[in-house]
Nanobody
Framework: QVQLVESGGGLVQAGGSLRLSCVASGRFVSIGAMGWYRQAPGKQRELVAT???????NYADSVKGRFAISRDNAKNTVYLQMNSLKPEDTAVYYCNADRVATAQAMGIFTKNYWGQGTQVTVSS
């Protein structure tokens, strides 16, 4: 079984910073892309940022220049540095790991996994 555990959320004033972390644990062979998504009350879950296994990154337009995603493959960890936070960044932030490969009796299988989410609240 693979688990994603997020940490680093909290309450911050507008203009402040937070750093989210997500650690993948379990018996897996490899992980493809890792990323962060968020869901505000009454809204659909949306992409924030992703990073592929080779370090290629992708950002939502709303966070470009303010957020930075990074990845430590040796620690199976992905980070999201969030600067210049705005009240509209308030949401539950979810970690995602795509194409997680696990070895099973019938061969190698890949699956997408989600973390449990961490709340980020930005006050004005």
């Amino acid at each position: 079984q693979v688990q994603l555990v997020e940490s680093g959320g909290g309450l911050v004033q507008a203009g402040g910073s937070l750093r989210l972390s997500c650690v993948a644990s379990g018996r897996f062979v490899s992980i493809g892309a890792m990323g962060w998504y968020r869901q505000a009350p009454g809204k659909q879950r949306e992409l924030v940022a992703t990073t592929s296994s080779d370090g290629t990154t992708n950002y939502a337009d709303s966070v470009k220049g303010r957020f930075a995603i990074s990845r430590d493959n040796a620690k199976n960890t992905v980070y999201l540095q969030m600067n210049s936070l705005k009240p509209e960044d308030t949401a539950v932030y979810y970690c995602n790991a795509d194409r997680v490969a696990t070895a099973q009796a019938m061969g190698i299988f890949t699956k997408n996994y989600w973390g449990q989410g961490t709340q980020v609240t930005v006050s004005s």
